[in-house]
């Protein structure tokens, strides 16, 4: 907007001919916004209530993290009482659990992205590949259905299924092991969660593949079949790229919420028997601020997160921009 | 879609005849995809076979899609529970009361932003979109709600979660796709831009709008932390986070579970409330299912 504004050069303010402007200074730009008001003000009158949502729950809240740099008392200014500096940071970089807590967000981020991000576009394939369309459809509505369940729900159904008597303690059993409380051993916290995760969303990840694979030029395959190209080279060669756009903008997207990793899951499925694999930032700043009421120390950590997230997305789309061409925005 | 999806059925798409490498991939890819549906599907039937069984049967790990010695004291008991049924209902109201909220902000605000020629447009989008990739955090959001006396209302869960940017970026790509004549049209007739949007433009898109209030209704109908953080009275919690108590063993006094049947029927009551929670949600899949699947790829358009 700003630079179609630019190329006539504004009058000179000195200009006697502008007199009946009351500003002088920039009288285009000025008289413009004048326009805009007058002849949109009922439709900037509709932004009024959503951008009140967003300056009081979006923009105060961040605004709030002010905390992190001050004393907080309950009870007292949303803004805290006076500044400590970077006390509260330096306690949790010094803090050993902090460390800890790091490490497993970075481990359980990395697990969910390896698997809950290709395994979509591998069952999008292979849905691409089936000719029955009802069958087709069968599978694609199940597939969708735990993307409707409330986290709740999904972590009920976990304890259920790993619980001593669950079906996972049953397999064992039936194989000869002994059962295995599951849900108390830190080593088995990793596979549990990840698997859920991948059941949760694996089907509904395929939608949009699916939509970005009807939009390929059937002429690429009919070429590349001429070429000589088996199946599997024509799914390398055309469907493939035909989907990476959607896929580069999915990652970046994945990374994005990299270190957000499912908090609310975690919550409800961990103890304190698996903290050493459980416990992640979120979870951890969670238990500070509500537990031991600390909450200028929790902000701090949560302000280092946000930070950390919004460094990611923006890098990842800087990188994605710069070797695929592909970028959110 | 349907037109597209035609193509994929032609057998003669893709070569004129199979090879003999590829028929054996189409067995073992219908197999996969079995597969793929008897997981998915497995924990339901679990829990509902669960449900129906009784204790002593799952105790002894002889519970898998079948019900053992039907039994349906956990469904009487979970049903003769007053504040099940009070937290149940405290569901229905803030998912109805949200949603409406959501809706009424959302389109207003898609509408505006869906105006190519409004001056001051990249500025509105962009408040909108960069809290999509920042955001205050839990704990100066907690300090916000607590501080604006929203706790223990119902304001404290409908309010703070209003506007999901995503359905808003859904909803502006389907408003930028109505023709702008139309709206011109009713501006020649001598409507006002709030007489265009109500007479001329909603009407136009009750398909997107149904999308919007079943994306809302059902994130709502499922969320639990803003209720489990916000609230503390039994009586005002959303059914969500009654299962989430039952589940982590802090059920209140005057909760079924808190009876002397507790021991014996935990298991049991936890399969029936996770039964009666999803319920309502399995019975209107499969009419939904396909709005939702437009709505996100609307969404993928332009967002």
């Known amino acids: 907007m700003t630079s179609t504004l630019r190329p006539p050069p504004p009058a000179p303010p000195t200009s006697p001919q502008h007199a009946q402007s009351p500003a002088p200074r920039s009288p285009r ?66 803090d050993p659990t902090f460390w800890e807590v790091f490490t497993n967000t970075l481990v359980l981020g990395t697990l969910t992205l390896l698997f809950c991000f290709p395994l979509p576009i591998v069952l999008a394939l292979l849905l691409n590949e089936v000719r029955a369309r009802r069958f087709k459809r069968f599978v694609q509505s199940v597939s969708y259905l735990p993307h409707f369940l409330s986290i709740v729900i999904v972590a009920a159904m976990v304890m259920q299924l790993t619980s001593i008597e669950g079906t996972a303690n049953q397999l064992v059993t039936l194989f000869g092991g002994d059962p295995v409380p599951f849900l108390q051993r830190p080593e088995w916290f990793r596979t549990i969660y990840v698997s859920s995760e991948v059941w949760q969303t694996v089907g509904w990840g395929t939608i949009l593949y699916l939509a970005a694979l009807t939009t390929i030029d059937e002429d690429l395959y009919e070429a590349a079949r001429i070429d000589g190209a088996g199946r599997l080279r024509q799914t390398w060669h055309v469907t493939l790229p035909g989907i990476r756009p959607t896929m580069v903008t999915l990652l970046i997207l994945n990374i994005g919420s990299f270190l957000a990793v499912g908090f609310e899951k975690i919550l409800l499925l961990y103890n304190p028997l698996t903290y050493p694999t459980a416990d992640v930032i979120s979870t951890y700043l969670f238990r500070m601020g509500f537990q031991s009421s600390n909450f200028s120390y929790a902000a701090a950590i949560g302000l280092f997160e946000a930070v950390i997230g919004l460094i990611l997305v923006l890098s990842a789309n800087v990188i994605s921009r710069r070797t695929v061409g592909t970028s959110l925005w | 879609m349907v037109t597209l999806g035609t193509k994929i059925d032609a057998p003669t798409t893709r070569g004129p005849v199979d090879s003999r490498g590829y028929r054996i991939f189409r067995v073992v890819n219908t197999i996969v995809l079995l597969g793929v549906v008897v997981v998915t599907l497995y924990p339901f039937l679990n829990i509902v076979a669960r449900s129906l069984s009784e204790e002593a049967y799952i105790i002894a790990g002889k519970v898998t899609i079948v019900p053992r010695g039907f039994d349906l004291t956990a469904y009487k008991l979970l049903m003769s529970d007053a504040m099940f049924w009070t937290n149940y209902r405290n569901t229905v109201v803030y998912t109805v009361v949200a949603t409406l909220i959501s809706i009424v902000l959302t389109t207003c605000y898609a509408y505006v932003l869906s105006k190519p020629q409004l001056k001051g447009r990249p500025f509105l989008i962009g408040v909108a979109l960069f809290t999509m990739f920042f955001s205050g955090g839990l704990i100066p959001n907690y300090v916000l709600v607590t501080s604006l006396g929203m706790k ?10 209003a506007i999901s940017v995503f359905n808003l970026l859904v909803m502006k790509a389907f408003f930028e796709s109505l023709p702008s004549e139309l709206e011109e049209a009713a501006a020649v007739d001598g409507l006002n831009t709030y007489g265009t949007l109500l007479r001329i433009v909603l009407p136009l898109s009750k398909a997107i709008i149904a999308t919007m209030v079943l994306f809302y209704a059902v994130s709502f109908w499922n969320s639990w932390f803003t209720a489990f953080l916000y609230i503390d009275r039994q009586d005002l919690l959303p059914v969500t986070v009654y299962l989430r108590n039952l589940i982590a063993g802090a059920t209140s006094a005057e909760s079924a579970a808190a009876d002397a049947d507790k021991v014996q029927a935990a298991a049991t009551l936890q399969a029936v409330t996770i039964v009666l929670t999803t319920l309502p949600i399995l019975a209107i899949y499969p009419f939904v299912q396909r709005y939702f699947v437009r709505g996100v790829m609307l969404g993928a358009v332009k967002g």
């Open chain 2, 152 to 161: 223990n209302t119902i304001w404290a869960v409908v309010i703070p979660n």
């Open chain 1, 29 to 94: 730009r000025r008289r413009s916004w004048r326009q805009a008001l007058r002849r949109d003000w009922q439709l900037y009158s509709l932004a009024i209530l959503p951008l009140l949502f967003f300056l009081v729950f979006r923009y105060l809240p961040m605004i709030g993290n002010i905390i992190a740099f001050r004393r907080f008392k309950p009870g007292g200014s949303i803004f805290g009482e006076y500044w400590v500096g970077l006390r509260y940071f330096r306690m949790f970089l010094t």
